[in-house]
């Protein structure tokens, strides 16, 4: 008989840790104490520029630059390598400046 008790107790209480998240509105409770920082979006995206970053004569000048510099690579690594040691970022740099113009 005990034992029939203790399992229809544990079985009620359990039964009330289950349905009680569900009636209550945690939900709402929850959405109302989240900070206004974590409300804005963590990845911000950069505008657009309205006007070129280069003149169009240093758009070319960098054009050309890159240019040179992608056949150095092709016909002698030694000294493209020579050139880029040291200078880590200088081909991302030159490729975003060329990107970021439209001529």
């Known amino acids: 008989m005990s034992l029939l008790l203790f399992a229809l107790s544990v ?3 359990s039964l009330t840790l289950i349905v ?3 009636r209550n509105s945690a939900i709402d409770k929850f959405s109302r104490s989240i900070p206004a920082h974590l409300e804005s979006p963590m990845i911000l995206m950069p505008r657009p520029l309205e006007e070129p970053i280069l003149s169009r004569k240093d758009f070319w000048i960098l054009k050309s630059y890159k240019k040179a510099f992608d056949s150095l690579r092709r016909f002698n690594r030694d000294r493209y390598d020579q050139l880029l040691k040291g200078r880590q970022g200088l081909l991302d740099s030159l490729n975003y400046l060329l990107g970021a113009n439209h001529y």
């Open 20 to 22: 009680s998240p569900f």
């Open 11 to 13: 079985a009620a209480i």
